[in-house]
Nanobody, 121 residues
Framework: QLVESGGESVQAGGSLRLSCQAS????????LAWFRQAPGKEREGIAG????????YYADSMKGRFHISEDKAKNMAYLYISNMTPEDTAMYYC?????????????????WGQGTQVTVS
């Protein structure tokens, strides 16, 4: 199970940290990743972290303002977003998959959370 939290309304230029709590067998040896979907747009991958090695992967368009991290003790992954703009308004999802290739390509994830809404104005 994956549960996201931390989404809220923020002012442009602000920052936000989203959290993803993994439970059950989902964490060790999994890729945890963040995606987002804005209204009327396709879902896009942001970043992934492979919990076994701590390796991180970012979509080219997301490098710079997004930072993914993990807390192994809490089975959690985080997404820090800085210098936010209204274009960052979207539902943000946490996803997990045991295959390393999913992290590299940021696609084909097996498990998904319900999402957390981020609004930037």
């Amino acid at each position: 199970q994956l549960v996201e939290s931390g989404g809220e309304s923020v002012q442009a230029g602000g920052s936000l940290r989203l959290s993803c709590q993994a439970s059950g067998d989902i964490y060790r040896g999994y890729c945890l990743a963040w995606f987002r979907q804005a209204p009327g747009k396709e879902r896009e991958g942001i970043a992934g972290i492979f919990t076994g090695a701590g390796s991180t992967y970012y979509a080219d368009s997301m490098k710079g303002r997004f930072h993914i991290s993990e807390d192994k003790a809490k089975n959690m992954a985080y997404l820090y977003i800085s210098n936010m703009t209204p274009e960052d308004t979207a539902m943000y999802y946490c996803a997990a998959d045991p295959r390393p290739a999913s992290c590299v390509r940021l696609r084909d994830f097996k498990y998904w959370g319900q999402g957390t809404q981020v609004t930037v104005s």
